[in-house]
């Protein structure tokens, strides 16, 4: 899976991206990432599933547990 690097946030060398759960909350979920060849976006190794609802924008306001 490929996300944009603007979807993703990073905390003490950690990798994380916001997705959506069954009760349409924000959830924050670590992911592990290798830098794709544009330099724009990471292909996603571990930590998303094929149907899991990445959030691409605005997370800069989100935190987990937002609607």
């Known amino acids: 899976m490929q996300i944009p690097q603007s979807a993703t946030y990073e905390i003490q060398g950690n990798v994380y991206a916001y997705v959506v759960d069954s009760l349409?909350?924000?959830?924050s979920t670590k992911i592990t990432v290798?830098?794709?060849v544009s330099g724009q976006a990471y292909i996603v190794s571990d930590g998303l599933k094929a149907n899991d609802k990445v959030i691409i924008?605005?997370?800069?306001?989100?935190?987990?547990g937002k609607k």
Do not use: R, V
């Open 34 to 36: 290798t830098p794709s």
């Open 57 to 64: 924008e605005g997370i800069n306001t989100l935190s987990s």
């Open 24 to 27: 349409s909350q924000a959830k």
